[in-house]
């Protein structure tokens, strides 16, 4: 300290009495209430680090669970429709090469859907790679791989995830979801495969925070071996943890929840956060170290408790200094110096920043070494400076802010204070008056609060967003209780045509269309969504003015034991309404095209027939016999291979064809002639969905045309000869 303030240190007040005893006890009876109030404020800071913790560990599972199924979701769909869509016959080695083309380009656009997967394959009976995505693959054999065996043995198996393994042209950790393929008698030809790769799940996990000693964990569900985990590289070998404590939760009826334990890998306590991945055998573990969530908690706590121990010593030496008063009476002028000395001491070796400031001009007299470290200056440059020149508050935020601490009854105000390298931090000041060398000033603890106001205004803006989506004007949001309104939002109000405060306490039965809809909602949705999971559906509201609208709702119990559900409601009145316009639309389609032509058909985007009109099982063949079936299934007469070509070159490019001549064989065994006419398919987003035409019976004509040419004597030319010009072809195969 500075030696104009080496004085010794009194406390302005009225002549001491005599009786210092009494200035113990009450500082004793001070220092007990203050430190328990540390205590306290202690454990219920490291209850509530804890809980933050356990949210964030449920909510990272959820995120992680969410990003997960859908990779996984995306590979079962891909495998189960490959196996759907393959012919049986490509499925032979020997007939493989005829396939391949088309096969190949059917495996590359599937591979759009499945981000994750670093190639779609299919493998015959004997396991040998028939076809690949991956077009300058070599080929390779999984006979060995003990997925492959256990589909194969299986004859009524389905979806597979198979063992972590290398594969054999990636060279990338990976794991195949696999779908068997059986012809109609169930005999096994092989199976669709579509290899995960396990960097993209471990992207998924390092795309989260942590924490430095927090991990995430990928397991299977029946042996609780590990498929990935981070932090760390993706391995193979995970051995089975059956005993895993996170699976036995799972496996007792928790499909989703939270775990404080103790690591057996690391040793490391840590909050996990864990849920399911669907309807998968796999499910996803979010841990957060004790270490890393309780960090801010201690340094939080040290701080609290060195500001309360220096308040203590500050107030001991004010007490310290009464009880000295009256022993100046005895001349005891020695031990009023080694007072002031302790008290010195007490503050300049502290660790938190500590000033003396100047009452009325704010002058800084000394700052402690705590205090030059924390803003950068040295001793003389601070001793130099004032309060003012420090604080980055202008007058009427400063007098606003004190104002503000004496309404709320706070000892502390908050300020923004800059530091010699330009930065600036918010702070907490508390300050005691004291009179050193009978100078009035201030003692000014300063705390470094910049992370706890930044976490206050980072959760008044999370409220402000939870309060925006919950007031939304487009979704109406409820939440439940024993069937009853306990709160909406003012968008599910006016859907329904009542107020807030109205339906506040009304049983839900009164907005259902009818009493057998409300309790054919109770008996489907409640057991779905006391298990965990999210209920969604169609339904029909009444409004107050007993019209009825469609509505989709969503949702589940606000958390896991709650007598609480939150709901969603979104308004789908109008897309009903459209779907029964398209349907009726489409039938006034059909009806026209029957007045136009013999019979209308269509095809799917494999050229397999999937409807032909009732006018065509009027005109010699059955309609059953070409459903499922494509042109390249069914017998033909006379076909020209150059017509045939041009007209497969047409399809390819998905063009339109007109005035198709088709020879067939009817069921009598006759021969007659079909005009056919197509237009390609394409849904919203551009992708091809089949062909849709019309046919018409033209065998009299075609006859009458011969009969012509017979009797004026030319030549009759072929039938199958499309005439130059006409835009006609002569393709000997039905439709």
């Known amino acids: 300290m500075p030696a104009a303030n080496a004085a010794t240190a009194e406390v302005a007040g009225p002549p001491p009495q005599p009786g210092g005893a009494r200035y113990g006890l009450l500082f004793l009876a001070i220092a007990v209430f ?34 997960l199924g859908a990779d996984l979701a995306a590979a079962v769909r891909t495998v189960t429709e490959l196996a759907a869509e393959i012919d049986p016959d490509a499925m032979r080695p020997e007939t493989a090469g005829r396939y391949r083309p088309r096969i190949v380009r059917l495996l590359k656009s599937h591979m759009a859907y499945v981000k994750a997967a670093t190639a779609l394959r299919y493998f015959d009976a004997d396991g040998n790679r028939l076809y690949s995505s991956i077009e300058e693959e070599f080929d390779f054999n999984i006979i060995d791989r003990p997925f492959f065996r256990r589909i194969k043995a299986d004859p009524t198996g389905g979806i597979v995830f198979s063992e972590i393994a290398i ?50 964990t990928l397991r299977r569900l029946d042996d609780g071996a590990q498929v990935v985990r981070y932090p760390g590289p993706v391995e193979i070998g995970g051995m089975p943890e059956p005993d895993s404590r996170l699976r036995t939760a799972i496996l007792a009826g928790r499909p989703a929840g939270d775990l404080d334990m103790v690591s057996l890998v690391d040793g490391v306590r840590r909050i996990f956060g864990y849920r399911t991945i669907g309807d998968y055998p796999f499910f996803v573990a979010v841990g957060i170290a004790e270490n890393d969530y309780l960090a801010e908690w201690r340094r939080y706590t040290v701080s609290l408790l060195g500001g309360a121990l220096l308040f203590l010593a500050i107030l001991a030496a004010v007490f310290f200094r009464l009880a000295g008063a009256e022993s100046r009476r005895r001349g005891d002028e020695g031990r009023l110096r080694e007072s002031e000395l302790r008290f010195r001491n007490l503050i300049e070796g502290n660790e938190v920043p500590i000033l003396q400031i100047e009452s009325g001009s704010g002058n800084i007299l000394d700052a402690n070494a705590a205090a030059l470290g924390f803003y950068g200056w040295s001793r003389e440059e601070m001793c130099a400076m004032s309060i003012h020149e420090i604080n980055r508050y202008d007058s009427q935020r400063v007098e606003a802010e004190r104002e503000a601490a004496l309404k709320e ?36 603890i300063v705390l470094d609060v910049t992370e706890r106001e930044a976490d206050k205004v980072r959760k008044e803006d999370l409220l402000r967003e939870q309060k925006a989506i919950l007031d939304s004007g487009v979704v109406g949001f409820v939440k439940l209780r024993n069937r009853k309104y306990i709160w909406v939002n003012d968008t599910f109000a006016h ?9 506040t306490g009304m049983p839900t039965r009164v907005t259902y269309a009818s009493e057998k809809s409300y309790e054919a909602f109770a008996r489907v949705a409640y057991p779905r969504v006391l298990n965990g999971g999210i209920y969604r559906s169609e339904i029909q509201y009444r ?90 299934d069914l017998s033909h007469v006379d076909m020209d291979p150059a017509v045939m070509r041009e007209h497969d070159a047409q399809l390819a490019a998905r063009e339109p064809f007109k005035h198709l001549v088709v020879k067939r064989r009817s069921l009598d065994n006759s021969i007659f002639y079909t005009e056919i006419s197509g237009a390609p398919v394409f849904d919203e987003g551009g992708r091809f969905r089949g062909y ?44």
């Open 495 to 503: 859907m329904v045509g009542y107020t807030r405060s109205e339906l």
């Open 34 to 67: 203050l430190l328990a109030l540390v205590a306290y404020e202690a454990q219920v800071s490291r209850q509530t680090a804890k809980a933050g913790a356990t949210t964030e560990a449920r909510n990272l599972s959820l995120v992680l669970e969410a990003k």
């Open 543 to 632: 409004h107050k003015n007993g019209t009825l609208r469609w509505y989709e709702v969503s949702g589940g119990m606000l958390y896991p034991g709650s007598d609480e559900s939150i709901w969603a409601i979104a308004d789908i009145d109008d897309k009903k309404r459209a779907q029964r316009a398209l349907l009726q639309s489409e039938e006034r389609f059909r009806h026209l095209t029957g007045i136009s032509s013999d019979w209308y058909w269509e095809q799917d985007e494999n050229l397999r027939f999937t409807f032909i009109s009732s006018g065509f099982a009027q005109k010699r063949r059955s309609v059953k016999e070409y459903i499922g079936k494509t042109r390249w």
């Open 167 to 216: 594969g054999k042209f990636s060279g990338r950790a990976s794991m195949n979801v696999a779908m068997p393929i059986r012809d109609k008698s169930g005999r096994f030809l092989g199976i669709a495969v579509a290899p995960i790769d396990l960097n993209a799940l471990h992207q998924h996990f390092r795309a989260i925070q942590i924490g430095r000693e927090g991990v995430v």
């Open 409 to 444: 009854g706070r000892e502390s105000r908050i300020f923004s204070h800059r530091l010699a390298g330009g930065g600036a931090r918010v702070v907490e000041v508390h300050s005691t008056p004291v009179f050193i060398a009978k100078r009035p000033m201030f003692v000014a």
């Open 692 to 735: 849709r035409g019309i046919g018409r019976d033209i065998t009299d004509r075609v006859r009458a045309d011969e009969a012509i040419r017979a009797l004026s004597g030319i030549t009759a030319e072929p039938v199958d000869a499309p005439q130059a010009g006409s835009g006609s072809s002569v393709w000997g195969e039905p439709l």
